[in-house]
């Protein structure tokens, strides 16, 4: 029996000294993202080269990959700007929902320091890197995703002949799916259509452009990004007629956050939709995600969602066309809008 605890232990310690490299590995691709591709080179004024040395101390304490992404999470987390962050394969299935990542934009190989060992043969010293294990097809799996959505589910009411959808998020596609349901079901007997965008965080850059395409077409965005300047944002689809040309109005308020404000911005200054509510809250740092090899995501704020003219939302948020603060009256006066003799 000893021998077989003495045995098992050895077995440990070995796992944990493979896993190790590979570890450090993941933690540098995570680190050298932000400090390549945040939008705001002075990192929210915080040493992102002090925060790297204290999470490289940290990660000796590390002894599984759940417990190696909560750290890159927490690091992440160090940026306190509300959007960037770490998710886990197992997160990035259940939060994503398949949505697409980039590729790192850079080779592991390049990413650990040189360092200089005698080269056998050779006099002197010569640089070398040190050698990176390619991560194999994947780490231990982490249990299994629950099946249930860590999201509120969107929710579609017809009444009055208005269609009223209220979306949670736009990270999930359900969302943007149910708006579309919606449409093809109750188009040709509705007066309009109300999206509810009440506490809603916001998302994915891809899914507001999504969503917009609903309703309007155009390139109403651009991202004002970290070394590339501004890059024009189109709607998805880009050409076209919207699936629907019927009354919108948009419900915002202080909680409404990043991609929401700006669907609710570009469907404002399209003239597309008339906006009911408070001044949303002026936080729209647009989200990148990139792709570990292991089917982990980090989620990077590489740029800040503006109008494709005009200043940025950034600090100052969507001003709504008719400012009602009590949130019974908002759907109310929604309702009035649509209805109203035309």
């Not at 390549?36 to 101390?57: A, K």
């Amino acid at each position: 029996m000893r021998g077989w605890v003495v045995l098992l232990v050895l077995s440990g310690s070995l796992a944990l000294a493979q896993s190790t490299p590979v570890f450090a590995l993941r933690l540098e691709q995570a680190w050298r993202l932000v400090k390549e591709r945040y939008y705001d080179t002075g990192f929210n004024g915080v040493n992102w080269e002090t925060v790297g040395n204290t999470y490289r101390i940290k990660l000796s304490e590390i002894r599984d990959w759940e417990g190696l992404y909560r750290l890159l999470d927490e690091m992440y987390g160090e940026l306190g700007d509300d959007h960037s962050r770490v998710l886990s394969p197992a997160q990035a299935r259940r939060y994503l929902s398949g949505g697409q990542c980039l590729a790192l934009p850079f080779r592991d190989q390049d990413l650990l320091p040189i360092s200089t060992q005698p080269t056998p043969g050779a006099p002197g010293a010569q640089p070398v890197r040190p050698v990176i294990p390619t991560p194999q097809p994947s780490p231990p799996p982490l249990p299994s995703e629950p099946s249930w959505s860590p999201y509120q589910a969107p929710q579609v009411h017809f009444t009055d002949g208005v269609v009223i959808v209220r979306l949670s998020n736009l990270v999930d596609a359900a969302g943007l799916s149910a708006l579309q349901d919606a449409i093809r079901r109750y188009d040709a007997r509705a007066r309009g259509y109300v999206l509810d965008l009440r506490g809603n965080p916001g998302g994915l850059v891809l899914r507001m452009a999504e969503v917009a395409g609903v309703f309007m077409r155009g390139v109403p965005w651009r991202i004002v990004s970290r070394g590339m300047g501004a890059v024009p944002l189109p709607t998805i689809p880009f050409l076209g007629r919207p699936q629907t040309h019927k009354p919108l109005v948009v419900l915002i308020d202080g909680s409404v956050n990043s991609a929401a404000e700006g669907l609710a911005g570009a469907l404002k200054n399209a003239r597309r939709a008339y906006i009911i509510g408070t001044r949303s809250a002026g936080n729209t740092e647009a989200l990148t995600p990139y792709c570990f090899p292991d089917g982990g995501v980090a989620l990077v704020a590489n740029g800040v969602l503006a109008p494709f003219s005009g200043p940025t939302w950034e600090g100052r948020g969507v001003e709504p066309d008719l400012v009602e603060a009590d949130p019974r009256e908002q759907l109310e006066a929604a309702l009035r809008y649509i209805l109203r003799p035309r």
